[in-house]
């Protein structure tokens, strides 16, 4: 039987603003699990852009900047979550831990204990399980994974039996569940060609092994000294970020002006060029806004083109288990940037700002 202390290693966010919000503690109190919940003992736990957004608020609708990971001056008091409303401080972030289970509240299923196991991140209404307005995030609405010791209800956590270490598993749950979830809601079959741009990323290097795995082409979009090491990821093809004629640049390496489908997570001054290299027909899915939120959209090639539009946050039940099956069956591999001690952490979120490694940074508790 493992011992539980009393108290943790934890980074702690004390509201919102500037890296100093989140404070380092070695004196936090371990929590302990409810009925229904188990409790884990943290290995590692990826970051991702929500830590980053809910630290500075970008979520508010009073921010129209792009994600720069610093504080803003005006933050809604009313919106500054994901979800459209206030979080309570102080919170412990992490949506991506992966541990051991050490111990369960009443009625949770014992056998667990000494399981490792992932975490999905969504946390739902057990008696209305597809009501998004239900929805919660784990490191958002509840404490996360950036502690020695996290708690969940049963229902969100998975085993898993496979070889990579808790660092590579950690890279996984929000930002392939998230591009999963983006390729479900735009109906990506083996027929489709897919640009993807911010492919280095967490998100879109998901996004090319899961449109990969589907059959689908696709056209990766990166910064030109990332294209060797995206290249590397599968995709058909690689182009630059933004480069001044888009159509010009599918035409010579996928052979056609236009794609069937953009699986975005970027945004910003660009968009309007990806809407256009769009066919007829196409869908076009979004689940971020990194390079900025407010774009400039000619209604005319929306409706004359019989585009579909679909947003991707909140992810249906069944998916995160999906991707737990697509890593023991070496379908998919990860894809880890770099790993800190928890007690860098400050350090971890500004490399995962700069935005110069290729897929995912994550913190470990060792």
Known sequence: MTEIPQTMRAMVLTGHGEMDKLEYRTDWPVPQADPGEVLIKVHACG?????????????????????????????????PSWGGAPIRFPR??????????????????????????????????????????????????????????????????????????????????????TAENMLNRANVTNGDSVLIPGASGGVGSALVQLANRRGATTVAMATRSKHDEVAALGPDAVVDRSPDNLKAELKRTIGSETVSVVADVVGGAYWPMMIDALARGGRYTCAGAIAGPIVELDLRTFYLRDLTFTGATAVPPGTFGNLVRYIEDHEVRPVLAGTYPL????????????????????????
Request: hydrophobic content about 35%; glycine content about 10%; proline content about 3%.
């Open 343 to 366: 007690e860098r952490l400050h350090d971890a979120q500004r490399a995962f700002i700069d935005k110069k490694h290729i897929g995912n940074i994550v913190v470990t508790m060792e």
């Open 92 to 177: 412990i972030q992490g949506g991506d831990a992966v541990g051991t289970v050490v111990a369960v509240g009443e009625g949770a299923d014992i056998s667990l204990i000494g399981r490792r196991v992932m975490i999905e991140p969504w946390i739902r209404d057990p008696g209305d399980p597809l009501n998004m307005n239900k929805y919660g995030y784990f490191g958002s609405e509840c404490d996360g994974g950036f502690a020695e010791y996290t708690k969940v209800v049963e229902r969100n956590v998975c085993p898993v039996e496979c070889d990579l270490d808790d660092a590579e598993l950690a890279t996984f749950a929000t930002s392939w569940i």
């Open 47 to 79: 970051l991702n852009n929500t830590d980053v957004n809910t630290r500075t608020g970008w979520y508010s609708k009073t921010v129209s900047d792009a994600t720069t990971g610093s504080a803003h001056e005006t933050v809604g008091a009313d919106d």
